[in-house]
């Protein structure tokens, strides 16, 4: 059993960008590398963020509706220099739909076939602006979930599930 994913690599160039207004297949959309030289992804991982909420504001009487964003992902291969050597595939296109003001995190993760990636990022429609409400993008991250072992030699890992919700003065002693 996993319970924590031990190979993860996370991006460094997407963190914090915002996804721009988008149009379909024009504009909107940020490139990246998704995994590093010498590795093979094979999941990924889109982490995004409503840092100002996702909703809309009714002109009427004020009240919160909600806002639908479309965001697509793209990946293809490339090699270790980050030479794309094949098209760009879809690796999901989906609508996100809130009614919040408060931030709202979100993450998608995709199997692929084993590789390095590149992968781009977009929303296809247009933010809104003014008084109308809220629904920019930002992306909070790539992660590459990488082949290869969940143990290493001379090394002891463990892995404790608890209730953070239960309060109690707990402690957790490990013999050296």
């Not at 293809?76 to 009614?99: E, H, K, M, W």
Request: aromatic share 8%.
């Amino acid at each position: 059993m996993t319970l924590f994913p031990t190979n993860v690599d996370q991006s460094a160039e997407v963190s914090g960008q915002q996804l721009p207004s988008g149009t379909g297949t024009s504009g909107g959309q940020f490139d990246a590398n998704g995994n590093p030289a010498g590795t093979l992804a094979q999941s990924l991982a889109l982490d995004f963020v409503f840092a100002a909420g996702c909703y809309t504001v009714n002109g009427k009487d004020g009240s919160i509706g909600f806002s639908n964003v479309g965001l697509t992902a793209e990946y293809a291969t490339c090699d270790n220099a980050g030479a794309q050597t094949g098209p760009f595939t879809t690796l999901f296109s989906i609508v996100r739909q809130y009614a919040s003001q408060a931030p709202v995190r979100d993450s998608v993760k995709v199997d692929v076939a084993p590789g390095r990636c590149l992968v781009r990022f977009r929303r296809e429609d247009a933010e809104l602006a003014g008084t109308g409400g809220s629904n920019s993008v930002l992306s909070a991250g790539l992660r590459s979930f990488l082949q290869g072992n969940n143990s290493f030699a001379d090394v002891s890992t463990i892995a404790i599930r608890t209730d953070l919700a239960c309060r109690s003065a707990r402690s957790i002693s490990m013999p050296s």
